[in-house]
């Protein structure tokens, strides 16, 4: 603690975190005074998306994403682990300190690989890991109407109208039909004379 060089560099480190801390909150502040405020039910909705939200938040979620997300986790720590050893492991003075020490690691890390193994055996065997392809049925209903009926009506020839045309055709009628109308036609009271 005498040491003035020791409190500067961690004095050094303290300003590059206040400094960091003042930069994070002037940009949050300046967003905040200098970005545009037009508050309206869209924007207040809950998403922007123009999907309007239906049912609740909780929706069923298949747990084989889970056991999926559990079996990455156990590789992603494996690696955690198996990257030091292998370090440490390769560093030729260690092993020539002492030939035990390599011997040792590697029966180490047999053992832990062995038991990351078996459980991805087991997972893989119990099925846990792997997705259930749907198999495609069709559907029938037993009705009274025979196959050759539907055949009958699939290949006949139908006659077919542009749609939009039709529409035209009927606004220009029914504006030639109704007289013209006042949009807004006020009513007012008489005063009662009692």
């Known amino acids: 603690m005498d040491d003035p060089g020791q409190i500067s ?109 078996v459980g991805l055996i087991y997972v893989w065997k119990s099925g846990d890991i792997s997705w259930i392809k749907p198999t495609h049925k069709k559907l029938t209903v037993a009705v009274g109407i025979p196959a050759s009926a539907y055949d009958a009506l699939n290949q006949k020839a139908y006659a077919l109208r542009d749609y939009k045309e039709q529409e035209i055709k009927e606004e220009l009628a029914e504006k030639a039909a109704s007289p013209v109308k006042i949009g807004f036609k006020p009513k007012f009271k008489k005063p009662s004379t009692e």
């Open 9 to 117: 560099e961690y004095g050094k480190i303290l300003m590059m975190a206040i400094i960091g801390f003042i930069l994070v909150s002037a940009t949050i502040f300046l967003a905040r005074v200098l970005s545009p405020k037009n508050p309206n039910p869209i924007k207040l909705s809950t998403y922007e998306c123009g999907e309007d939200t239906t049912g609740t938040s909780w929706v069923q979620f298949n747990p084989r994403f889970y056991v999926i997300a559990l079996v990455f986790l156990l590789f992603d720590v494996e690696l955690i682990f198996i990257f030091p050893w292998a370090t440490v492991f390769g560093q030729a003075e260690l092993n020539a300190a002492d030939a035990r020490w390599g011997w040792f690691t590697l029966i180490e890390m047999a053992i832990f690989l062995g038991v990351l193994i």
